[in-house]
């Protein structure tokens, strides 16, 4: 069963960054595909951003040019580095894992395993 814990959220100035991590435990598969959604109060959760095992990624419209996702193989581990950061951009951010490739990578209910999530605040 794998499971997720991430890490890096916390409190940042707008136009700031921040570097969240996603660790994967438990994995039997060589192949993954991890994405990162966030869920603002009131609001439904969103995409913003996947990643494969090989490195292809999608970034939701809204992030785009600003947040960076990555991984690390050997670390079992993908980040999402976050900059040029905006209020908007408040949210908890939920790290999701699924063992194979999905061209429907936007759509929560593709991802079977989720992290515990991490809040990250962005002030003005």
């Known amino acids: 069963q794998v499971q997720l814990v991430e890490s890096g959220g916390g409190l940042a100035q707008a136009g700031g960054s921040l570097r969240l991590s996603c660790t994967a435990s438990?994995?039997?598969?060589?192949?993954?595909?991890m994405a990162w959604f966030r869920q603002a109060p009131g609001k439904e959760r969103e995409f913003v951003a996947t990643?494969?095992?090989?490195?292809?990624?999608g970034y939701a419209d809204s992030v785009k040019g600003r947040f960076t996702i990555a991984n690390d193989n050997p670390k079992n581990t993908v980040y999402l580095q976050m900059s040029s950061l905006k209020p908007e951009d408040t949210a908890v951010y939920y790290c999701a894992h699924r063992i194979s490739w999905t061209w429907w990578y936007y759509d929560q209910n593709r991802y079977d395993v989720w992290g515990q999530g991490t809040q990250v605040t962005v002030s003005s």
């Open positions: 438990g994995r039997n598969s060589s192949n993954y595909m």
């Open positions: 990643i494969s095992r090989s490195g292809s990624t």
